[in-house]
């Protein structure tokens, strides 16, 4: 049986974090990674640039292709972990080898939500959260001209933009009243769908799809989608992007306490000795909402595996909590938002400006920035989203925060001197 | 290989509580934890020279951008770099006036680049000889995610080129051109700010060669 001291299972974001955190302080301890997927690791993200243009997968890796041997990391790709034994600290994988460890993260990521809707299991019929969804949607597209994507999700807007590039007539299918309804505001959604409008792309929103359709002649392909209110829309492919549920079926079959995803404590721990989790598949900290949630967003996997990894290596580290964050560029607009948008109720302030195609909102509850969105020029967005982090009281200033000229020194000295400037004398 | 300790530390000293979850996925503990990443790498060859602001010297004549643009231009010639080149060059500082203030701000290649942790290109790296956070245009995607994760707001959009932009500390040259510009001395490349006065002249008198030398 092969022994290692830290094992590492999914080879994403979550997983690359801790390994390099590892390694940044044990250089000799056996890491081992293990992913179902067969390559190094890549930008999940980038996926929409391979349907679009067919960029190959050395392009998309994050990580260089040596990555795992400069680490000194034995990499197994293409093997799924099957069994967990949580008390004899063994792994067992789909090919029946096992694998016994000192500290194990679970870093499994999510899988896509596929509703039960008529007809979903037909051919054409695709999700959108990995290179081989990638792949397959390219090789089945052919001369394939409209397709329907299910979900106006950030998922599902990528998925469009890749389609649209290739020449598809898109149809967004989005159950609630507008597309990115919970990451962005009304303001910067209708930026959004303006854009994608005029990409010709249509979007039906507040809407589902109750069935996806054949024709007769032909009952294995896709000919059409019927909506709740019983509109056709004719098309020959179907993205599902409604969103992803945590990957917990491993940490369940070792006896991991799992809520809607792996509960972890401020050190990513979960509630098995030696057991880690981190990113899509766990619940962690998030510091707006003062509580443990699932944030499926890339930075939150990497900085928990982080900090996972500095756990396991035997340096106590804690974690400080994400919140919800996204930046995009699609179909031209660059907006970048975090935390909540849209207010809930009146005890939150709101501060916003718009000259064009620049916008600026910050949400403001108790005197604390809870969240923002800029869209056009969004370079000093993240020194809001440090305000956030921080819970800074702003309320000397929090006019200034989202007017042209905002910037570090309308904010305390104690938040940029010790970095950048030398004490005054 | 660096030697790198690990050391424990605070960068806040105010605290939140940290909710725990239990069985049934309700809150049960509050354990009060300490704020932001609480560790600190302390390496013993750690020479990350860095360009600090004094803030008191700055006359906020803008002249830090000027130069790193004109650094980063294609034919190193101001009238061409600014009306003739295409795509535009960038400057990777930005000046920043309020009331008496003015802050000259740019990348400070952090011990923890929250930036390179958000990347999603991986087009963020942390260069091995220099220790600088280090850029791969090539890599970058232009997806901005870094730009939300910097708590200083130090990375350019280049929109032209659909990607970032950010400070490189001149690499090649003996000193960042906005240091050795700088008129008013209000920009030095030093080892850390609490480093001696010695060090401090010392790159003033550097940077005064290399502006007498050209
Ligand atoms: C199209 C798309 C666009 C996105 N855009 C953004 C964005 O703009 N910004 C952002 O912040 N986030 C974005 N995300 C989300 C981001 O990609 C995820 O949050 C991030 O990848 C999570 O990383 P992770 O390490 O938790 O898990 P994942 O990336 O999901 O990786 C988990 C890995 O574990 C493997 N695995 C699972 N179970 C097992 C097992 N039992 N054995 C072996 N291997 C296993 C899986 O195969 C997978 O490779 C996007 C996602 C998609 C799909
Ligand atoms: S870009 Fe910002 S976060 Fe990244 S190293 Fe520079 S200052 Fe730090
Ligand atoms: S914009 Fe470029 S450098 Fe920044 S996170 Fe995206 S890929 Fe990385």
């Known amino acids: 049986m092969e022994e290692v001291k830290y094992l590492i299972i999914g080879n994403s974001a979550g997983g690359i974090g801790a390994a390099e955190a590892i390694r940044q302080v044990d250089d000799d301890g056996a890491v081992g990674i293990v992913s179902a997927e067969p390559y190094p690791a890549y930008s999940r993200v980038r996926i929409s640039e391979h349907l679009a243009c067919g960029c190959p997968l050395e392009d998309i890796l994050f990580r260089p292709a040596d990555f795992y041997e400069t680490n000194d990391i034995h990499f197994i790709p293409g093997r799924k972990a099957e069994g967990l034994d949580a008390k004899a600290h063994i792994i067992r994988l789909d090919d029946n080898t096992e694998i016994s460890w000192q500290k194990l993260l679970l870093a499994t990521g999510g899988l896509p939500i596929m509703p039960p809707i008529k007809g979903i299991n037909k051919k054409g019929v695709f999700s959108f959260t990995n290179l081989d969804d990638a792949i397959q949607i390219d090789k089945y597209l052919g001369d394939i001209g409209e397709a329907v994507v299910i979900g106006g999700g950030l998922i599902g807007v990528s998925a469009t933009e890749a389609l649209v590039k290739r020449g598809v007539r898109v149809t967004v299918v989005e159950m609630k009243e507008r597309i990115l309804n919970t990451i962005l505001d009304e303001e910067t959604s209708a930026m959004e769908a303006a854009a994608m409008k005029q990409a010709g792309v249509e979007i039906i929103a507040g809407s589902t799809v109750t069935e996806i359709n054949s024709d007769k002649a032909n009952p294995e392909k896709i000919s059409s989608v019927t909506l709740d209110d019983e509109r056709v829309i004719p098309c020959r492919l179907v993205i599902v992007a409604i969103g992803v549920t945590p990957r917990t079926e491993l940490a369940a079959s070792g006896g991991i306490e799992v809520n809607r995803g792996i509960s972890v404590d401020s050190s990513m721990a979960t509630s098995q000795p030696d057991i880690y989790a981190c990113g899509d598949v766990a619940e962690t900290y998030d510091f707006v909402y003062g509580e443990n949630r699932l944030n499926p967003i890339w930075p939150s996997a990497y900085l928990g595996g982080r900090v996972a990894g500095f756990n396991m290596a035997g340096v106590p580290t804690i974690y400080q909590g994400s919140t919800v964050m996204n930046t995009m560029k699609y179909f031209g607009v660059d907006i970048a938002s975090a935390g909540i948008t849209v207010p809930p109720d009146d005890s939150y302030r709101v501060f916003s400006h718009r000259n064009c195609d620049i916008y600026r909102k910050v949400v403001i509850k108790d005197n604390c920035v809870v969240g923002m969105v800029f869209a056009g020029d969004i370079e000093k967005s993240g020194i809001i989203f440090n305000l956030i982090k921080e819970r800074l009281d702003v309320s000397q200033f929090c006019e200034l925060l989202t007017t042209d000229d905002f910037g570090l020194t309308c904010l305390p000295e104690e938040l940029w001197r010790p970095q950048l400037a030398l004490p005054a004398n | ?214």
């Open chain 2, 1 to 214: 290989m660096f030697i790198l300790k690990l050391q424990l530390f605070y960068m806040k000293s105010h605290k939140f509580e940290f909710k725990k979850l239990d069985k049934k996925g309700e809150r049960c503990s509050n354990t009060e934890i300490g704020f932001l990443l609480p560790y600190r790498l302390e390496s013993l060859e750690y020479f990350m020279k860095k360009i600090y602001s004094r803030d008191e010297f700055c006359i906020g004549c803008h002249l830090c951008e000027v130069y790193c643009r004109l650094q980063h231009s294609e034919s190193g010639n101001l009238l061409k770099a600014f009306k003739k080149e295409f795509p535009h060059p960038l400057a990777a500082v930005r000046v920043e006036e309020k009331g008496n203030l003015a802050l000259s701000v740019r990348c400070q290649h952090c011990e923890e680049p929250l930036c390179l942790y958000a990347c999603l290109g991986g087009a963020l790296s942390r260069n091995a000889e220099s220790d600088m956070v280090s850029y791969n245009p090539v890599k970058c995607i232009g997806c901005w995610s870094c730009i939300l994760a910097c708590p200083f707001g130090a990375i350019k959009q280049d929109k032209e080129q659909k990607r970032i932009f950010k400070c490189d500390l001149c690499i090649g040259e003996a000193m960042p051109a906005c240091v050795t510009n700088c008129p008013n001395e209000a920009l030095v490349y030093i080892d850390s700010p609490e480093n001696d006065s010695d060090r401090l002249c010392d790159n003033h008198n550097q940077a005064e060669k290399i502006k007498g030398g050209v």
